[in-house]
């Protein structure tokens, strides 16, 4: 397994100055027959139980673990008293798996068989009491009672009493480990099963990875394959690790536990940590889980979406992008993650997070203070930040399409702009090259601009990620790229919090070009929606639609 994992890491990290292998590209995707779908699907379901399994049995090696978490393999025996009859008793074998929950309870899943033949699954929920784990299960086969596990040297005890038709049935007997691999293997283990569902999922090319020769900025594509050990994931928790005084954070979305507890740490040993965040995720278990350790958190308590997604360390690192710090953001969606090291960038992204955190202005009442001219963070890198809406972002955006020379390529998540649409056809008709990816599930909406794009002579195309494309990307004559949490909509000009950062280097565009053209080999350039789209028919508005990726993400079916 090591040297599988060695050729996977190699793919996803680039050596020095290089760029990643660049998988072979493919015209459009075959479809399958019925009979592949099933196999397909059966497949990833299979992937996601051996994922869920293993992940009971990481959550014994996490701080606070019971000892109960994880994978157990039982044997004992039952025994049925019937009325009027002498007891029967039988020998069982089988496997439970308990899986913590949020709120301090575990649920318990089963299988059991009696003298080989397999009798059914059992199910129980349960809470710690006395240093047992108690609750009530139900057994698929008319069974239920009680359940209670006690810990033993290397293992389990386990104790059922219950009912089946009407007579009493108990079952004693012993659990042990089912695996015997320590945190390190595990983790191993569930990325290599987390890149075989991914690929099965979304088979695009490897994302790139680019890096400065300074090593002061440095660009990342998603989605990247969890318990990755150089996903964007874990580059979020080693700057967290890092920080030495500060940390500050304004996320849309947040609902990654390992990231909170890093947070966690960093407070623990005197780091002083704040977070800004959309008043929508109140309910995830990672805000709740900061707000019980005391992490200063303000949301914006709004109705327009607090919609960035950045990071300040010390006041000289800025992690921003398009990308949201919640599992839909990293490992399903299409994302890009900028990282600067220039105390004089962090300070104008330090103003915007104090009107926020401090001040409490959003959106609209934020007042005009950033920097708008050049900032020169590396060595031939030159970055502009804009703040929405204060800073005319989409003036900002207008600007850089309207000087275009040669090319334009874009990546958009929700690209409904009339006023951009008309620029980029401008330039259609100057001779410049514009080609761009939409986000397919957005086809219905009446004012997408893919259509009208088309019509103009545009190269566009839908994305085929079965999730979400969430790029806000606009590369402009191979040099300049345009990115940040800024939608090509009016929502985040005039009403959302956003950010737009416009920088200046050919090598940070070519990695975007490589981003651009490894989704463009997945498309579809026969899909009818292209010619459609927007083009006068019905269908929703996509004015102020940012679809949370977290909450809505399903696997496809």
């Given at each position: 397994?090591?040297?599988?994992?060695?050729s996977?890491?190699?793919?996803?990290?680039?050596?020095?100055?290089?760029?990643?292998?660049?998988a072979?590209?493919?015209?459009?995707?075959?479809?399958?027959?019925?009979?592949?779908?099933?196999?397909?699907?059966?497949?990833?379901?299979?992937?996601?139980?051996?994922?869920?399994?293993?992940?009971?049995?990481?959550?014994?090696?996490?701080?606070g673990?019971?000892?109960?978490?994880?994978?157990?393999?039982?044997?004992?025996?039952?025994?049925?008293?019937?009325?009027?009859?002498?007891?029967?008793?039988?020998?069982?074998?089988?496997d439970?798996?308990?899986?913590?929950?949020?709120?301090?309870?575990?649920?318990?899943?089963?299988?059991?068989?009696?003298?080989?033949?397999?009798?059914?699954?059992?199910?129980?929920?349960g809470?710690?009491?006395?240093?047992?784990?108690?609750?009530?299960?139900?057994?698929?086969?008319?069974?239920?009672?009680?359940?209670?596990?006690?810990?033993?040297?290397?293992?389990?005890?386990?104790?059922?009493?219950?009912?089946?038709?009407?007579?009493?049935?108990?079952?004693?007997?012993?659990?042990?480990?089912?695996?015997?691999?320590?945190?390190?293997?595990?983790?191993?283990?569930?990325?290599?099963?987390?890149?075989?569902?991914?690929?099965?999922?979304?088979?695009?090319?490897?994302?790139?990875?680019?890096?400065?020769?300074?090593?002061?900025?440095?660009?990342?594509?998603?989605?990247?394959?969890?318990w990755?050990?150089?996903?964007?994931?874990?580059?979020?928790?080693?700057?967290?690790?890092?920080?030495?005084?500060?940390?500050?954070?304004?996320?849309?979305?947040?609902?990654?536990?390992?990231?909170?507890?890093?947070?966690?740490?960093?407070?623990?040993?005197?780091?002083?940590?704040?977070?800004?965040?959309?008043?929508?995720?109140?309910?995830q278990?990672?805000?709740?889980?900061?707000?019980?350790?005391?992490?200063?958190?303000?949301?914006?308590?709004?109705?327009?979406?607090?919609?960035?997604?950045?990071?300040?360390?010390?006041?000289?690192?800025?992690?921003?992008?398009?990308?949201?710090?919640?599992?839909?953001?990293i490992?399903?969606?299409?994302?890009?993650?900028?990282?600067?090291?220039?105390?004089?960038?962090?300070?104008?992204?330090?103003?915007?997070?104090?009107e926020?955190?401090?001040?409490?202005?959003?959106?609209?009442?934020?007042?005009?203070?950033?920097?708008?001219?050049?900032?020169?963070?590396?060595?031939?890198?030159?970055?502009?930040?804009?703040?929405?809406?204060?800073?005319?972002?989409?003036?900002?955006?207008?600007?850089?399409?309207?000087?275009?020379?040669?090319?334009?390529?874009?990546?958009?998540f929700?690209?409904?702009?009339?006023?951009?649409?008309?620029?980029?056809?401008?330039?259609?008709?100057?001779?410049?090259?514009?080609?761009?990816?939409?986000?397919?599930?957005?086809?219905?909406?009446?004012?997408?601009?893919?259509?009208?794009?088309?019509?103009?002579?545009?190269?566009?195309?839908?994305?085929?990620?079965?999730?979400?494309?969430?790029?806000?990307?606009?590369?402009?004559?191979?040099?300049?790229?345009?990115?940040?949490?800024?939608?090509?909509?009016e929502?985040?000009?005039?009403?959302?919090?956003?950010?737009?950062?416009?920088?200046?280097?050919?090598?940070?565009?070519?990695?975007?070009?490589?981003?651009?053209?490894?989704?463009?080999?997945?498309?579809?350039?026969?899909?009818?929606?292209?010619?459609?789209?927007?083009?006068?028919?019905?269908?929703?508005?996509?004015?102020?639609?940012?679809?949370?990726?977290?909450?809505?993400?399903?696997?496809?079916?």
């Open positions: 397994m090591r040297t599988t994992l060695k996977i890491r190699f793919l996803c990290l680039v050596v020095g100055l290089g760029f990643a292998t660049v072979p590209a493919h015209a459009q995707p075959r479809t399958e027959t019925p009979e592949e779908y099933r196999a397909r699907k059966a497949a990833e379901k299979s992937l996601r139980d051996e994922i869920r399994n293993l992940l009971a049995e990481y959550a014994r090696h996490e701080a673990a019971s000892g109960f978490e994880g994978m157990w393999r039982l044997s004992g025996t039952r025994t049925v008293a019937r009325a009027g009859a002498a007891s029967q008793e039988t020998g069982f074998t089988g439970i798996v308990v899986r913590p929950q949020p709120d301090g309870t575990f649920v318990i899943d089963g299988k059991a068989y009696l003298e080989g033949r397999n009798t059914g699954m059992f199910a129980a929920q809470k710690l009491a006395d240093g047992a784990l108690v609750g009530t299960y139900k057994a698929t086969i008319a069974g239920e009672g009680d359940l209670t596990l006690r810990r033993a040297q290397g293992g389990l005890i386990l104790s059922m009493r219950g009912t089946i038709s009407g007579n009493e049935v108990t079952a004693d007997g012993e659990g042990l480990p089912q695996l015997t691999l320590d945190r390190q293997q595990l983790e191993a283990k569930l990325f290599e099963l987390e890149h075989k569902l991914q690929t099965s999922r979304y088979p695009r090319p490897e994302p790139v990875r680019y890096r400065t020769p300074t090593r002061k900025t440095e660009v990342r594509f998603t989605p990247t394959v969890e990755d050990p150089h996903g964007v994931e874990q580059q979020v928790i080693d700057l967290i690790d890092g920080a030495q005084r500060s940390i500050d954070m304004a996320v849309f979305e947040f609902s990654l536990m390992r990231v909170a507890h890093a947070l966690v740490r960093a407070q623990e040993r005197g780091v002083a940590v704040r977070m800004v965040y959309d008043n929508r995720e109140d309910h278990p990672a805000i709740l889980h900061l707000r019980e350790r005391e992490v200063p958190l303000r949301d914006d308590g709004r109705s327009g979406y607090m919609h960035n997604k950045f990071i300040l360390v010390d006041e000289r690192i800025v992690w921003t992008g398009s990308t949201n710090l919640a599992p839909g953001g490992y399903i969606a299409d994302n890009n993650a900028v990282t600067f090291t220039s105390p004089e960038l962090a300070a104008e992204f330090k103003k915007e997070f104090e926020m955190f401090v001040d409490g202005l959003f959106g609209p009442r934020s007042p005009q203070n950033t920097t708008l001219d050049w900032i020169t963070v590396d060595r031939g890198v030159k970055v502009q930040v804009r703040f929405a809406p204060e800073d005319s972002a989409m003036a900002r955006v207008m600007e850089a399409v309207r000087g275009a020379q040669r090319s334009i390529r874009f990546i958009a929700a690209y409904t702009s009339k006023p951009l649409c008309d620029a980029m056809i401008e330039r259609i008709q100057a001779g410049v090259k514009v080609e761009g990816i939409f986000e397919s599930r957005h086809a219905g909406w009446a004012d997408t601009k893919i259509g009208p794009l088309h019509a103009a002579g545009a190269k566009v195309r839908f994305d085929m990620n079965p999730n979400a494309l969430h790029h806000k990307v606009i590369i402009v004559d191979d040099r300049y790229v345009l990115t940040g949490s800024f939608n090509f909509s929502g985040a000009d005039r009403s959302n919090d956003e950010n737009l950062i416009v920088i200046d280097n050919r090598q940070i565009a070519q990695a975007f070009v490589r981003e651009f053209n490894g989704l463009m080999s997945t498309t579809d350039p026969s899909d009818p929606r292209i010619a459609t789209s927007g083009m006068g028919g019905g269908g929703p508005s996509g004015e102020g639609m940012i679809e949370r990726l977290d909450d809505s993400f399903t696997e496809t079916e």
